[in-house]
């Protein structure tokens, strides 16, 4: 099947996947848009398990003040100083502190379990482990602190 450049930078821009990513996955879905972002996003899970494992020793501590009423303190971690100066891996964080200010989880492992506030077909978890397909190393909520006036 002939996939046109136009469609791979199509899907390209709505996964944030590499050209060569993108053209497997429309290739293997026969040019089905749905099909290749789904084939992605089980790649970028896939990804993930397999980096799990890795150590993860650098990251940024995301502050998040919302209205002066509420703030949070949000600490992701990853594997690479390189990688935590990247804008996907900053966006990732303040979506975190986001979604904690919002619903006031009680512990990482609830956060994650958690449907995300953007799009309630992902669970944080989901989202957490697609910056992992997409950045290529191992991402971890280290801890959090969610701290309302009056509370």
């Not at 990247?86 to 979506?95: C, D, G, P, S, Y």
């Not at 449907?115 to 191992?138: C, M, P």
Request: charged content about 30%.
């Amino acid at each position: 099947m002939n996939i046109s450049v136009d469609d791979i930078k199509k899907l390209r821009e709505q996964t944030g996947v590499g050209i060569a990513d993108c053209r497997a996955a429309l290739t293997e879905a026969k040019g089905d848009f749905e099909k290749a972002k789904e084939a992605l996003k089980q790649k970028g899970l896939d990804k993930a398990a397999s980096k799990a494992f890795r150590l993860v020793k650098a990251g940024v501590v995301e502050t998040y003040s919302h209205a002066g009423k509420v703030g949070v303190l949000v600490e992701l971690l990853c594997e690479t100083d390189f990688v935590a100066r990247t804008e996907e891996f900053k966006n990732l964080a303040h979506e975190l502190a986001l979604q904690i200010a919002s619903m006031n989880p009680s512990s990482v492992e609830e956060l994650l379990q958690q449907e995300y506030i953007r799009d309630n077909s992902l669970t944080v978890d989901q989202l957490v482990k697609s910056a992992v397909g997409k950045l290529g190393e191992n991402i971890q909520v280290g801890k959090f602190e969610r701290i309302a006036l009056g509370e």
